[in-house]
């Protein structure tokens, strides 16, 4: 799995660190400015911590994006600007919305008008497609809460119930396969997932180790261990077919491949 790294005074993926870093150079080429990013230091980057403080959105740990590293406090300051503070405000959020936004920032606000969260972003990541799978299946409500255990399960710091069954459907998710919401339930779509990975046969954890095998977060296999691997197009995706004890599944970017022993994989592009 992932690690959390150090930025300035906090501790983000690394992900949201490039994406800061891309947010600055940004605000340096606007001229003019300051740039503030206050993050949550590692005391708080776990249950204890957001239980202790919540930080502005007051959430509580399953429901936060604190101990995954991908929220963080932004600020823009206006250095040369004429107005009264309450405009200065105004055109300071709007500066900060317009850079941040492009970027993959989330803000916490629905509007970019001051108030006690107007600082809050999020950096999504990888799980922004996650929660526009369920708002595009009209399960709006289990959106945040798969995208809080999913993040927290990339950096182990999911602390609640069925760790391992969250892992699993997280991993599928990291594959582009949509497994439904990440809520530890081993439901139909995520038993049909593993299924057609080949790993239906498994103990739960040694599906969850050759999800990680597969999605790269994993040692690399011993001599006779089961051959996993995953590969993606910028393209229009070929055809597949395999036999033997070969297995795939198509992922939103690619194909899922296991090999047991001896089989054949074949992919057609375009017309024959």
Not at 101 to 113: A, D, E, K, N, Q
Not at 210 to 217: C, D, E, F, M, V
Request: with cysteine; charged share 20%; net charge negative.
């Amino acid at each position: 799995m992932d690690s959390l790294v150090a930025y300035r005074s906090s501790l983000v993926t690394t992900d949201t660190a490039e994406a800061l870093r891309a947010l600055e150079r940004a605000g340096s080429d606007v001229g003019a400015v300051r740039f503030q990013n206050k993050g949550v230091p590692s005391a708080q980057c776990s249950w204890a911590g957001v239980t202790e403080d919540a930080g502005p959105t007051g959430l509580p740990p399953h429901l936060s994006l604190r101990p995954s590293g991908r929220e963080v406090y932004l600020r823009v300051s206006l250095l040369d600007y004429q107005g009264n503070e309450e405009s200065r405000r105004q055109a300071e959020l709007a500066l900060l919305w317009s850079l941040a936004v492009p970027l993959g920032f989330v803000p916490w606000s629905r509007y970019p008008v001051p108030g006690a969260t107007d600082e809050v972003f999020h950096f999504l990541g990888p799980w922004a497609p996650l929660g526009d799978f369920l708002q595009g299946e009209g399960r709006g409500e289990e959106a945040w809460p798969s995208i809080c255990s999913a993040a927290q399960c990339q950096v182990q710091k999911w602390e609640g119930p069925r760790l391992t069954e969250r892992s699993v459907q997280t991993h599928l998710h990291r594959l582009g396969i949509h497994c439904g919401p990440v809520d530890g339930l081993m439901g139909e779509r995520t038993l049909s997932s593993i299924r057609a990975l080949g790993l239906g046969g498994l103990e739960l954890q040694e599906v969850l180790i050759q999800l990680q095998k597969l999605s790269g977060h994993a040692p690399k296999k011993k001599e006779g261990e089961r051959q996993i691997a995953h590969f993606s197009t910028d393209g229009p995706l070929p055809e597949a077919f395999s036999s033997g004890l070969v297995h795939t599944i198509k992922t939103k970017t690619g194909y899922a491949v296991a090999a047991d022993g001896p089989g054949r994989l074949i992919l057609l592009f375009g017309e024959s």
